[in-house]
């Protein structure tokens, strides 16, 4: 008798126990992860306009009580990824691990799963049927389950104006693929002039081009067909590995940092008109929420280089972010060229910021004039007021790095050859600075010829980087009358005074100089002092890079636009049009103006130091 009634109260108490130990206790061997709310609340999404971007984003998330609201997704089983065999599907039970939201900045992500819906192309097949209304041609002629070609809508072409990689996943679906990847500019061969779409703009999931916003009125030529390469593997599925990590397009989210929501709502007040432009609509969708955040969308310096690809247009694809050389463009192409670290002549977001951290490398250890790793120094320093010889040194060879097309250390106009050739007017391959301006250097004003000669030593219309170098440091040599290897605004008007300049206009440029320098200065001691996340008054590389503070650069670019623009009455004296002055004297003005600056570059440029050995300090000697 008492076995028995052990025996019941045993059971009643695994009745009590949660679906999670439950199935650790038998063996379900459950999938643990995080859930967004508890029993008794549901998810709310905020959505708001983001002033940097200008566009309207899911902005913030939180937890509301509702009655009766209840998480069903505990116990569940779900179709999950595995990892370890060939990406299979295999069923496991969801298990709570706890309540808690990623604390995301302005980087909240909204990614939808669907865990009742088979995948359609597991294994590399496609269940989709192909439509009749679309095809691929190669070089205008049609090819039969071709996966790659210039897109035809009944007949016509599509052009590539908004062509990304939604719309090219919403083809290829529609040719019965799985996904796909972008092409633009008739890159399957040049396509006809009338164009079945263009302006065409996708969110991804629809099931036809034709339900696409897009315009029947084109504008574009035969090279501006959009083209497409498909495949059978799924890259917009959003899922869970048996590990619990999201699995994600472009990055695996560990378990920590994501949750799952069954049931959501957006806040009240937010107008359907904003709704509309957010990323990812929620209307029609019944499955499952994963919130995480956008890493990138967190810290500023990635923030920036990403929305600089961005500005780049057709040239992103979306989540890939990259932009691709030889298309012609002088500016990206140069881009390209100097980022680009595999050989596939193209740039993505990993490798650009890259290059941008490279760059930031170099300014924080010049700032860092003690070598302690950190450049809290700067806060009691005068070096924002004051530059150093490496500084203006490793400015010139980032400068020179980018112009030199060909890479032979040098700029010339051998290195703009594609945007001058058409000045070559003897047609020997070579533009002279004669043909592409009409104007032979010596007829330039005798002290600007001087700096000429002084900087190309061999005027063979070739500046070289040693010798941009060499007048640099010599140039440098001149103003830097303490020889400490730093140059300020002081000893900056000081060499003009001794060159001759006028004392009306030394105060020009030393307010000029003092309004810049003193914003300089602000700015960058506001974010040394807020980059020290950690509080131990030392600011490291990583706190630099990883900056995360959107506030201080928003308030910083409205002080900048606003107490940033020229002093006008300052800058108009220097350049002679005082507005005190006679009218009918304002050219007679602007004439002395030239004729004072002439003068003082002259008396400059006369100096020996130019005749001299250069500069030993910084990186001269190296």
């Known amino acids: 008798m008492i076995n028995c009634i052990w025996f019941v109260v045993g059971a009643l108490g695994l009745l009590q126990i949660s679906p999670s130990l439950a199935m650790s206790l038998f063996g379900d061997d459950p999938v643990r992860v995080n859930f967004c709310c508890p029993d008794g609340e549901m998810l709310r999404l905020r959505i708001s306009k983001d002033q940097l971007l200008g566009s309207w984003s899911y902005h913030m998330a939180e937890c509301v009580r509702r009655k009766g609201a209840k998480n069903t997704l505990e116990g569940m089983e779900v179709s999950f990824l595995d990892s370890k065999n060939n990406q299979t599907e295999v069923k496991r039970k969801l298990a709570k691990l706890d309540n808690k939201m990623p604390k995301c900045g302005r980087g909240l992500q909204i990614s939808a799963l669907n865990f009742n819906q088979t995948n359609l192309y597991a294994n590399g097949t496609s269940q989709l049927k192909p439509s009749v209304s679309i095809e691929l041609r190669q070089y205008n002629e049609s090819v039969t389950d071709a996966r790659q070609g210039n897109v035809y809508m009944d007949g016509k072409p599509v052009c590539d104006d908004g062509w990304d990689r939604n719309a090219a996943r919403v083809a290829c679906r529609e040719l019965g693929f799985a996904d796909g990847e972008p092409t633009v500019g008739s890159q399957y061969g040049n396509v006809e002039d009338d164009m079945a779409m263009d302006e065409i703009s996708c969110r991804g999931d629809e099931s036809s081009l034709y339900e696409c916003d897009y315009t029947s009125l084109d504008d574009c030529g035969g090279a ?153 120094e700067v806060l009691t320093n005068e070096s924002i007021k004051e530059y150093s010889l490496e500084f203006f040194e490793q400015l010139l060879k980032i400068v ?205 440029l006369d100096n020996p130091v130019y005749q001299s050995a250069p500069a030993q300090c910084g990186l001269a000697g190296q």
Do not use: H
């Open 400 to 604: 020179v790095e980018y112009f030199d097309s060909n890479e032979d250390e040098s700029i010339s106009t051998a290195d703009f050859i594609s945007e001058f050739k058409r000045s070559d007017r003897n047609e020997d391959g070579k533009v002279t600075i004669y043909e592409l301006t009409g104007l032979s250097l010596i007829n330039l004003p005798a002290p600007l010829y001087t700096a000429y000669t002084l900087l190309d030593e061999n005027q063979d219309e070739i500046l070289t980087l040693d010798e941009m170098l060499s007048f640099l440091r010599r140039t440098f040599t001149i103003i830097d009358k303490n020889a400490d290897c730093y140059i300020n605004l002081k000893e900056i008007v000081a060499a003009l005074g001794e060159s001759g300049l006028k004392e009306d206009f030394q105060l020009g440029v030393t307010l000029i100089g003092q309004q810049y320098l003193t914003l300089a200065k602000y700015f960058v001691d506001g974010f040394i002092a807020k980059a020290d996340t950690n509080e131990d008054t030392k600011v490291t590389l990583a706190e630099i890079l990883k900056f995360p503070d959107f506030s201080f650069i928003d308030r910083s670019i409205q002080i900048a636009l606003s107490m940033g623009y020229p002093n006008g009455p300052t800058f108009a004296y220097l350049t002679g049009e005082n507005r005190y002055t006679r009218r009918g004297s304002w050219r007679e003005g602007g004439d002395r103006a030239v004729v004072v600056w002439l003068t003082t570059l002259n008396t400059f």
């Open 224 to 376: 501006e067909g959009a083209g497409v390469v498909c495949s059978d593997t799924d890259g917009s599925t959003v899922s869970v590995d048996l590990s619990g990590k999201l699995v994600l397009r472009a990055e695996e989210v560990d378990t920590e940092d994501y949750c799952l929501a069954e049931t959501w709502e957006l806040a009240d007040g937010n107008l359907y008109e904003s709704y509309q432009t957010v990323p990812y609509r929620l209307d029609g969708f019944d499955g499952t929420l994963a919130l995480s955040c956008d890493q990138c969308m967190e810290e500023v310096v990635c923030f920036y280089v990403r929305s600089f690809l961005e500005n780049f247009g057709a040239k992103v694809w979306d989540e890939n972010v990259q932009i691709s050389g030889g298309d012609g463009d002088f500016f990206i192409n140069n881009i390209v060229r100097i980022v680009d670290k595999n050989g596939d002549n193209e740039v993505n977001l990993e490798e650009f910021k890259s290059k941008i951290d490279e760059y930031l490398t170099i300014a924080f250890n010049i700032l860092d004039r003690d070598d302690d790793g950190s450049i809290d």
